[in-house]
């Protein structure tokens, strides 16, 4: 495996200092719509897939996800309010092959509690409320997985991390391109 890129200790770090609280795993994606507007909402850190592979779920059928399909390029931003840091990842959404991909899919599905697992029970995000659909509170283990349970795993090609600790703020920049060398810049 790869080794890690200097920014993932600093981040792993500054999540530690949030301790236990399920707030420290969410963060903002942004995205750009077909019309050329930009889009932003939070979502739950689920894990790294390779060092520098980013992995979030998300229903299929949502904008996020054709807009993605669209565009897959993508900023993510993590602020852990007790480090006083933020973080703006700079990504590409990426696909392993469709087999790993599928795989994949699979032990993310058994692996979610049956109340998370629940939320792709739910009918389409975003259209009218349909009052008489079914909304379950959970799914469990036996549930086959729906094919609009989808996996998100960004390429990050950028970094950019803040800390507000001090005076004046420290920013730092690591880019793919230049092997995650680490520049200072003016905050
Ligand atoms: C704290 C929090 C965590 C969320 N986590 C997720 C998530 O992991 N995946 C997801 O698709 N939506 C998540 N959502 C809902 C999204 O923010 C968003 O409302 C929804 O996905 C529809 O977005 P879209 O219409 O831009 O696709 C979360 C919302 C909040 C407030």
């Given amino acids: 495996?790869?080794?890690?890129?200097?920014?993932?200790?600093?981040?792993?770090?500054?999540?530690?200092?949030?301790?236990?609280?399920?707030?420290?795993?969410?963060?903002?994606?942004?995205?750009?719509?077909?019309?050329?507007?930009?889009?932003?909402?939070?979502l739950v850190f689920r894990g790294w897939s390779a060092p520098a592979v980013l992995d979030l779920f998300t229903d299929g059928r949502s904008e996020k996800a054709s807009e993605l399909r669209h565009l897959p390029a993508a900023e993510i931003?993590?602020?852990?309010?007790?480090?006083?840091?933020?973080?703006?990842?700079?990504?590409?959404?990426?696909?392993?092959?469709?087999?790993?991909?599928?795989?994949?899919?699979?032990h993310h599905w058994q692996n979610l509690t049956p109340s998370a697992r629940a939320l792709w029970g739910w009918p389409e995000p975003g259209i009218p409320l349909e009052l008489q659909a079914a909304f379950p509170q959970e799914l469990d283990d036996t549930t086959p997985m729906p094919s609009h349970f989808e996996l998100l795993s960004f390429e990050v090609h950028q970094v950019e991390l803040l800390e507000l600790g001090g005076q004046p703020h420290q920013r730092r920049r690591w880019c793919s391109s230049g092997s995650w060398s680490e520049e200072l810049l003016n905050p």
């Fill in 1 to 42: 495996m790869d080794s890690l890129p200097p920014w993932r200790p600093l981040l792993r770090a500054a999540l530690q200092r949030e301790g236990r609280s399920s707030s420290s795993r969410w963060l903002q994606l942004a995205t750009v719509a077909s019309d050329g507007t930009p889009r932003v909402r939070s």
């Fill in 77 to 106: 931003c993590w602020l852990l309010p007790r480090a006083r840091s933020q973080f703006r990842l700079r990504s590409r959404r990426c696909q392993p092959p469709s087999a790993e991909l599928l795989k994949q899919r699979q």
